[in-house]
């Protein structure tokens, strides 16, 4: 299998030190967002749909999935993650399903609990929602987590040896 990357355009990026990037300089698959961001959710988004364009045109289920998954655990961290430091997404693109990368400073894994049908609530949703796209863990390190989904395409699923592997990655 090929990896495939594409980059946010540059220009987009008006600060490198603030808290929330798209990844890093030095990663053509990860660009800075602005700190100031009026939206950064939306950004996130945003730069997901720019990577999948190509994806886009063959499966577009794929790509709202992977937009939710994107919108859900961005806001996830920015709500939740405690810390100095920068909020990262990064998506690999593969021939059967895309993994999702968003790092954060916090350490702690987020409780994985499913709210009850009779809670109007509107918070503690977005982990469960992506874990119903796709298979979803966390990986905590000395400078904050990785949450991980990686999403198959439109009737694809993962082989329980593919899932192992995956699982058994320490990418952060």
Same mark, same amino acid.
């Given at each position: ?12 990026a008006?600060? $490198?030190d603030?808290?929330l990037?798209?990844g @890093?300089?030095e ?24 990577v999948l ?5 063959i499966?577009?289920d794929h790509?709202?999935?992977v +937009?939710?998954a994107? @919108?859900?655990? +961005? ?10 430091g920068?909020?990262?997404?990064r ?10 990368? +968003?790092?954060d ?6 409780q994985?609990? $499913?709210?009850?049908d009779?809670?109007l609530?509107?918070s503690?949703?977005?982990v469960?929602?992506?874990? $119903? ?9 000395e400078?904050g ?5 990686v999403?198959t395409?439109?009737?694809e699923?993962?082989t329980?040896?593919e ?6 990655l320490?990418?952060v």
């Open positions: 299998m090929t990896e495939t990357r594409t980059g946010l355009d540059v220009g987009q008006a600060e $490198q603030g808290k990037v798209l @890093s300089v990663d053509p698959a990860r660009q800075p967002l602005p700190a100031e961001s009026a939206n950064p959710v939306k950004v996130a988004r945003s730069y997901a749909e720019s364009v190509e994806v886009a045109r499966d577009a790509v709202d999935d +937009v939710l994107v @919108s859900e655990l +961005v806001t996830n961290a920015i709500c939740h993650a405690v810390g100095e920068r909020l990262s997404v998506l690999v693109v593969r021939p059967r399903w895309t993994h999702l990368y +968003v790092t400073p916090d350490s702690t894994v987020p994985t609990t $499913q709210p009850g009779d809670d609530s509107l503690g949703r977005g469960p929602i992506v874990g $119903q796209l796709g298979l979803l863990w966390f990986v905590p390190s400078h987590k990785t949450a991980h989904a999403i395409r439109t009737g699923k993962l329980d040896e899932r192992e592997a995956l699982i058994r320490q990418i």
